[in-house]
Nanobody, 130 residues
Framework: QVQLVESGGGLVQAGGSLRLACAASGRISSSGVMGWFRQAPGKEREFVAAISRSGGITHYQDSVKGRFTISRDHAKNTVYLQMNSLKPEDTAVYYC???????????????????????WGQGTQVTVSS
């Protein structure tokens, strides 16, 4: 069984930075892709960023490109999301997710769909004040 635990959320002023971490336990090494999603109050959950098992493929939602960076540390079984130049519209609960399928196509359309991911963390709140 795979468990994902997020940390690093908090309250920050606009323009500030946060780094989220997703610590994984279980057979996460076989996961083809791991991602971050977020959900703001009254809105649907949306894709933020994802990274392949090797780290060679990354995808980002357009609104976070150039500001957010996803990375993966296999030794620590952890995926990170470095968030810079934060904006009030980035306020949401951020969720880590992992796909159980070891074969990853690398396609953005596949990666950005929440249906792809079999395992989810409990979420961590990020609040950006203006």
């Amino acid at each position: 069984q795979v468990q994902l635990v997020e940390s690093g959320g908090g309250l920050v002023q606009a323009g500030g930075s946060l780094r989220l971490a997703c610590a994984a336990s279980g057979r996460i090494s076989s996961s083809g892709v791991m991602g971050w999603f977020r959900q703001a109050p009254g809105k649907e959950r949306e894709f933020v960023a994802a990274i392949s098992r090797s780290g060679g493929i990354t995808h980002y939602q357009d609104s976070v490109k150039g500001r957010f960076t996803i990375s993966r540390d296999h030794a620590k079984n952890t995926v990170y999301l470095q968030m810079n130049s934060l904006k009030p519209e980035d306020t949401a609960v951020y969720y880590c997710a992992a796909d159980s399928n070891p074969y990853y196509s690398g396609l953005y359309s596949y990666t950005a769909s929440s249906r792809v991911y079999d395992y989810w963390g409990q979420g961590t709140q990020v609040t950006v004040s203006s």
